[in-house]
């Protein structure tokens, strides 16, 4: 069982920076691969970042590339994602996940674990 909470959400303009966190409970955080989703009103969920076990591989949605990095501390039980040049369209709910499998990252279904999500407006 592993318990995901999120914070580091808020306002911020165009252009600004974010740093999400998320913090699990359990000792078994090593053993799952992480990952951040987002969905904005009347929007379906979508994929954002995610980070292997040991943080050695991380993939990105095109949409944050080469804006948002994703990183983890195994030592902390947290994950982080650290948003730059934010623009108006980053504007959704966060939520982080943990899955224990290593296929399908980008696929909510393939996640055995959320959070209750954390808030992010970018204003123009």
């Known amino acids: 069982q592993v318990q995901l909470v999120e914070s580091g959400g808020g306002l911020v303009q165009a252009g600004g920076s974010l740093r999400l966190s998320c913090a699990a409970s359990?000792?078994?955080?090593?053993?799952?691969?992480m990952g951040w989703f987002r969905q904005a009103p009347g929007k379906e969920r979508e994929f954002v970042a995610t980070?292997?076990?040991?943080?050695?591989?991380?993939y990105y949605a095109d949409s944050v590339k080469g804006r948002f990095t994703i990183s983890r501390d195994n030592a902390k039980n947290t994950v982080y994602l650290q948003m730059n040049s934010l623009k108006p369209e980053d504007t959704a709910v966060y939520y982080c996940?943990?899955?224990?499998?290593?296929?399908?990252?980008?696929?909510?279904?393939?996640?055995?674990?959320w959070g209750q999500g954390t808030q992010v407006t970018v204003s123009s």
């Open positions: 980070i292997s076990q040991n943080g050695g591989r991380t």
């Open positions: 359990g000792r078994t955080f090593r053993n799952y691969n």
């Open positions: 996940g943990a899955r224990m499998g290593g296929s399908y990252y980008y696929s909510g279904a393939a996640y055995d674990y």
